[in-house]
């Protein structure tokens, strides 16, 4: 399984755009990085997934090196709602066609007025 | 938008006693898991279950532990004999397939569930 490592805490001045990296240096060639994150103690919100592209949807943007060891997660306009714990998966697949997800501890966001 | 629902938000039991945590996934998902979160710690998987059986279980996942499909739509998780360790969120998320790129998991609010 492939393994993450992000930072424990980090701020961000709402308004401004937040940057999450996370470090994957072993993932192989068919795994996905995925990015959650935990409001509170609330169920895990899927926020984007990537492959080796850069991804942009609604809510935010994933940038993917090109040797895909690291990824960072840009949220362009942080708000005080975003204020959050943010895990960065990678997919373990499972062969059966499910799949677990591991989290890790991730990184709390705190975004200040 | 769909999402998962899960029910009871919050379930109290006595140590020892039976609790059924139910969950209604997303309609055509076809894949579904539960997850648990001890207070502080990280989200952790217990199981998933595709076509009425289990896909694959974790280690958590002992005797105790059961998944059933009752109907169409539910999806359930029994605990036979609470111990104080259950005490926990019990995520419910489902996913649409197992394959591609499209099967990622949504996951439901969550029962917090307190052994007394």
């Known amino acids: 399984d492939a393994k993450t490592t992000q930072p424990t805490s980090m701020d961000c001045a709402e308004g401004r755009a937040a940057n999450l990296p996370c470090n994957h240096s072993?993932?192989?060639?068919?795994?996905?990085v995925y990015w959650y994150r935990q409001i509170h103690s609330q169920g895990p919100q899927y926020i984007i997934h990537?492959?080796?592209n850069n991804e942009t949807n609604e809510m935010a943007s994933l940038i993917i090196t090109e040797d895909r060891k690291s990824s960072t997660l840009i949220l362009p306009h942080a708000t005080l709602r975003d204020t959050a714990v943010y895990y960065c998966i990678v997919r373990v697949y499972s062969g059966a066609g499910s799949y677990q997800l591991t989290f890790g501890k991730g990184t709390k966001l705190s975004v200040i007025p | 938008e769909p999402e998962v629902t899960q029910t009871p938000s919050h379930q109290v039991t006595q140590m020892g006693q039976e609790v059924i945590l139910r969950c209604v996934p997303i309609?055509?998902?076809?894949?579904f898991y539960w997850y648990r979160q001890i207070l502080g710690q990280k989200v952790e998987f217990l199981v998933s279950f595709y076509n009425n059986e289990i896909s694959e279980k974790s280690e958590i996942f002992d005797d105790q532990f059961s998944v059933e499909r009752p109907d169409g739509s539910n999806f359930t998780l029994k605990i036979r004999s609470t111990k104080l360790e259950d005490s926990a969120m019990y995520f419910c998320?489902?996913?649409?397939?197992?394959?591609?790129?499209?099967?990622?998991?949504?996951f439901g609010p969550g029962t917090r569930l307190t052994v007394l």
């Open positions: 072993t993932i192989s060639g068919n795994e996905y």
């Open positions: 998320a489902s996913s649409e397939a197992g394959r591609g790129s499209t099967d990622t998991q949504y």
């Open positions: 309609s055509n998902h076809l894949y």
């Open positions: 990537g492959l080796k």
